[in-house]
Each structure stands twice: as structure tokens, then as C-alpha cells.
């Protein structure tokens, strides 16, 4: 299973980006999707989810702000963060994630990760 993040840069406080994850390999129909982010000298920290069934979870500092969605295509499946409004306190390295059962804000619930992209957003 490989998870490839896309889609991170630098913007302005106020801007918009969207967050792309290309998930290749993975062959069950259920699965729970997440985005995670890690700035420096903080932990790591759920930011939004989505299950099978497309329920949607986000943390209380995005809620708003930041919608989480999921494409199937064929084999693959994409999850998108389209994320609005951005504030200085966004800037971190934004990681997916996916797990086969298990869904929560809880990183070690989640066995597949990308190798994150880097969102800076400046005031």
C-alpha cells in the first residue's frame, strides 16, 4: 500500500490550498482516511477523518474551515483536504493516513501513512 501526498506550499494567512493523497495497493472496500499534521516542537494531531460510509470528522480548530473528502477511481483512491481560511497556526506537515478498521484521531490507530507535505502559511 502507498499513500503520496501532493499539494502543499506557501500561502498568505487567508488563503487556500487544497491537499492531495494518491492511495495505490490497497484492496479492501472498507477503509477509515484521515489527515494528520505535525508542527515543529508539537505533537502530532488528527485534523480530519472520513469512514467508509463517508462520515466525516474534524478537530475543533479546522471545523469550518477545512473540508475532507475521498475519490475512487478504478484501483485507486484519492483523499482530498481543501482547506480555507489558513492561519499561521496551520503551518505544520500534513500526513495522511489510512487503517482498514479502526477510525479516530488516534495516529497509532493507523497502519498506512504518506510521506507528508509541508504547508507554511505566513501572516
Known amino acids: 500500500v502507498q499513500l503520496v501526498e501532493s499539494g502543499g506550499d506557501s500561502v498568505q494567512a487567508g488563503g487556500s490550498l487544497t491537499l492531495s493523497c494518491a492511495v495505490s495497493?490497497?484492496?479492501?472496500?472498507?477503509?477509515?482516511m484521515a489527515w494528520f499534521r505535525q508542527a515543529p516542537g508539537h505533537e502530532r494531531e488528527g485534523v480530519a477523518r472520513?469512514?467508509?460510509?463517508?462520515?466525516?470528522?474534524?478537530t475543533d480548530s479546522v471545523k469550518g474551515r477545512f473540508t475532507i473528502s475521498k475519490a475512487k477511481g478504478g484501483t485507486t483512491t484519492t483523499l482530498y483536504l481543501q482547506m480555507d481560511m489558513l492561519k499561521p497556526e496551520d503551518t505544520a506537515t500534513y500526513y495522511c493516513?489510512?487503517?482498514?478498521?479502526?477510525?479516530?484521531?488516534?495516529?497509532?490507530?493507523?497502519?498506512?501513512w504518506g510521506q507528508g507535505t509541508q504547508v507554511t502559511v505566513s501572516s
Open positions: 495497493g490497497y484492496v479492501y472496500d472498507t477503509s477509515c
Open positions: 472520513v469512514s467508509t460510509a463517508g462520515y466525516t470528522r474534524y
Open positions: 493516513a489510512l487503517d482498514r478498521f479502526r477510525c479516530s484521531f488516534a495516529g497509532s490507530d493507523f497502519t498506512y
